[in-house]
């Protein structure tokens, strides 16, 4: 690949920024300066940026918490997408894991690794996602049960039990909170299921996608990249780490 492209790659500047670096002559190839933004490199060269060595790095991984009024799209005729709230030299093949709603908030992985995405997304790996919701409505312990059960939403499909946790209900407003864990990632599911049992969602946020947790600290709007350790046990698929325990016991 081409040096400019490499170095942008990298996160180390614009393609602009890094033709100037190039030029300016703070860049070596395998010792030697390269003046040239044409030069071709592999993964295997050696690339000093400023005397500082540019480790390849394939796939990047970014925690983004998802404000409202944003579709989980790469791209939209209509609506800004999740990517444009990401720097201007963000790489240009990074892409959301899944969808959240654009009137929901909460937690959403960025990246270009292609491969964890379908891992993540696949029904048969069941990767739990945790939401937090307010309701139009009393959530009740017959709830509870349903959903445990698994209700069947409008449509008829049928979804697999769900864990509801009630969290607070105001009966002067006829509104209540909870907190909902799925296994599955169906079209608008928190929505229909709350529906399914007569009450509506007003607000709706995810707090979770299998290990990775959406921190306090992390402001509406902004994101942050993936710790190592968050990358590696995202590539642990639930049944994975079951299966890992039977081993084991
Ligand atoms: N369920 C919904 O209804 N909406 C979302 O955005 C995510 C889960």
């Given at each position: 690949m081409r040096l400019d492209k490499f170095l942008a790659d990298m996160q180390i500047g614009s393609r602009k920024e890094v033709k100037k670096y190039i030029k300016g002559r703070l860049v070596r190839v395998n010792g030697q300066v390269v003046t040239s933004d044409k030069t071709q490199v592999t993964e295997e060269d050696q690339i000093l940026f400023d005397g500082q060595p540019v480790i390849y790095q394939k796939y990047f991984y970014y925690l983004l918490h998802k404000p409202q009024?944003?579709?989980?799209?790469?791209?939209?005729r209509r609506d800004p997408t999740?990517?444009?709230?990401?720097?201007?030299?963000?790489?240009?093949?990074l892409f959301p894991v899944g969808r959240l709603d654009k009137d929901t908030e909460g937690l959403l992985l960025i990246t270009n690794d292609g491969e964890l995405a379908h891992r993540l997304l696949s029904?048969?790996?069941h990767v739990e996602k945790e939401y937090f919701a307010k309701i139009d409505g009393i959530m009740t312990k017959e709830d509870v049960a349903a959903f445990a059960q698994g209700v069947t939403i409008d449509g008829g499909e049928e979804t697999m039990p769900a864990e509801l946790t009630l969290l607070t209900r105001d009966e002067t407003t006829q509104t209540s909170e909870i907190r909902l864990i799925l296994h599955e990632g169906k079209f608008h599911q928190v929505k229909r299921m709350v529906k399914a049992v007569g009450k509506k969602v007003t607000y709706l946020k995810r707090l979770r996608m299998g290990s990775l947790v959406l921190e306090?600290?992390?402001?509406?709007?902004t994101y942050r990249p993936l710790t190592a350790d968050e990358i590696a046990q995202l590539q642990v698929t639930n049944e994975e780490k079951s299966l890992r325990n039977n081993q084991t016991t």
């Open positions: 009024g944003v579709v989980s799209a790469t791209t939209d999740v990517l444009s709230l990401l720097k201007e030299d963000a790489r240009e093949d029904p048969k790996k306090d600290s992390l402001k509406l709007g």
